[in-house]
């Protein structure tokens, strides 16, 4: 991990490039065929190691790579027995892959569960490209990325004193990023670099992130004052990979 004081997000393992940042290799796990076909055409600045229409694919290949793209819906072909959702990203982070995920999916709870999991990156499939491919990037340096939906609850976690350990200056990068202000206006507003501001927002993401992995959902709840299952909803309405898992 590029950043101190935070227990490692991955396993080590020997899939992980020396030097990630020069030309991150990347696997797709999509049931999309157009995904799995385009992103390799559309995206010449990564090493495409394979693409896959299930984790149990990718895990039996293993490829070298750096990051996974991961779907979260993986049962669009009629496919039963395969992990999806959550699972998938367990599955794949204890593998020792780096996952990001590339889904329509924007329920928070999942979202949270899914970070929760292993998940070091989220990026929605309306994005623009540029926007995948700065998360990939980030991802394969050990970074945390989490979309403009989660960002406010980093700063609820923040107001409410449970990321403690942020300085002033990364209270203050999250308080515009909240408020959908790019690096660029923070950095002119705090008279520091672009780069800086990124940096320091790469810290916020994962101290957020670590927050997350090591409580429970009641605790999470109870910690950012909101009723049970406000923030995580009943089993039954998260866990709708495991029909078809059956």
């Known amino acids: 991990m590029a950043i101190t004081n935070l227990a490692p997000l991955h396993r080590p393992s020997q899939r992980l490039a020396s030097s990630p940042a020069l030309r991150p290799r990347v696997a797709v796990v999509d049931d999309n065929t157009v995904i799995r076909s385009g992103l390799p055409l559309l995206m010449a600045e990564f090493a495409f190691v394979g693409s896959f229409l299930d984790c149990e694919s990718l895990l039996e290949r293993a490829p070298a790579a750096d990051v996974v793209l991961l779907d979260l819906h993986l049962a669009g072909t009629g496919r039963t027995g395969i992990h999806q959702g959550v699972d998938?990203?367990?599955?794949?982070?204890?593998?020792?892959?780096r996952v990001c995920l590339y889904s329509n999916e924007r329920r928070r709870h999942l979202l949270l569960r899914c970070l929760q999991a292993g998940a070091q990156g989220v990026v929605h499939k309306a994005d623009p490209a540029e926007t995948l491919?700065?998360?990939?990037f980030q991802v394969a340096a050990g970074s945390v990325v989490i979309t403009t939906g989660l960002i406010g609850l980093a700063e609820l976690a923040e107001r409410r004193d449970r990321l403690p350990t942020l300085t002033d200056r990364q209270r203050q990068v999250l308080s515009g990023r909240a408020r959908g202000?790019?690096?660029?206006?923070i950095a002119r507003r705090l008279a520091i670099s672009e780069k800086t501001a990124?940096?320091?927002w790469s810290v916020v993401t994962e101290k957020f992130a670590g927050y997350l992995r090591t409580h429970s959902a009641a605790d999470l709840e109870h910690q950012l004052g909101l009723d049970s299952g406000e923030l995580f909803p009943a089993d039954h309405e998260v866990d709708w990979w495991r029909d078809h898992a059956r």
């Open 88 to 97: 998938a990203v367990r599955a794949c982070a204890a593998a020792g892959y």
């Open 133 to 136: 491919a700065e998360a990939v």
């Open 181 to 185: 202000e790019t690096f660029r206006s």
């Open 198 to 200: 990124q940096e320091h």
